[in-house]
């Protein structure tokens, strides 16, 4: 009831990336906001989603939750940001439901939330959901991604630390 005797998980070492959602993965260079395209939050991929399952797309602990957004910390200290939609920001959170919170520690592919497409789409807003390594520079050397069809949970590349 109130969790006595739960054990907590732990974080493990895990260098794959899985797709967060369903839908047709793409290079980070095509999607419509150049922020995320010119890599100035890290390099990564994207996905064009056709389902509403969200899931974690790396092992870690879950370090930002905001409407549109979740960070996690890989154990290598890889930073990772999934950002659901382009501008979906000015959505206060409405088309997503996440069930983590700040301080989670997930495994790759363990159910994150939902996500109400249409929502995004009625707003006129691209649906299109990016994975970044935000600390890129300092700690990435080696990202490999397999571009194409996915299913959310199935592995789509893997990304080294320094």
Avoid: C
């Avoid at 999607?31 to 389902?51: H, L, N, R, T």
């Avoid at 890889?78 to 950002?83: F, G, I, K, Y």
């Avoid at 199935?154 to 630390?161: F, H, P, R």
Wanted: charged share 25%; hydrophobic share 40%; net charge negative.
């Amino acid at each position: 009831m109130f969790g006595f005797g739960k054990k907590k998980k732990e974080l493990i070492d895990d260098s794959k990336l899985y797709a967060p959602v369903s839908g047709e993965l793409v290079k980070l260079d095509t999607v419509s906001d150049p922020i995320f395209a010119q890599k100035v939050m890290g390099d990564g991929f994207a996905i064009e989603p056709d389902s509403g399952k969200i899931l974690s797309p790396v092992a870690g602990e879950i370090t930002v939750k905001q409407g549109h957004a979740v960070g996690f910390k890989r154990v290598d200290g890889l930073e990772v940001l999934l950002h659901l939609g382009i501008d979906t920001v000015s959505l206060n959170g409405a088309p997503f439901t996440l069930k983590v919170a700040v301080g989670d520690i997930v495994e790759a592919g363990d159910e994150l939330g939902k996500a109400d497409w249409s929502q995004v789409e009625a707003a006129g807003l691209p649906k299109t959901t990016m994975v970044l390594v935000t600390n890129t520079a300092d700690k990435l050397a080696h990202l490999t991604v397999n571009y194409g069809p996915t299913t959310a949970g199935t592995v789509v590349g893997e990304a080294q630390a320094k």
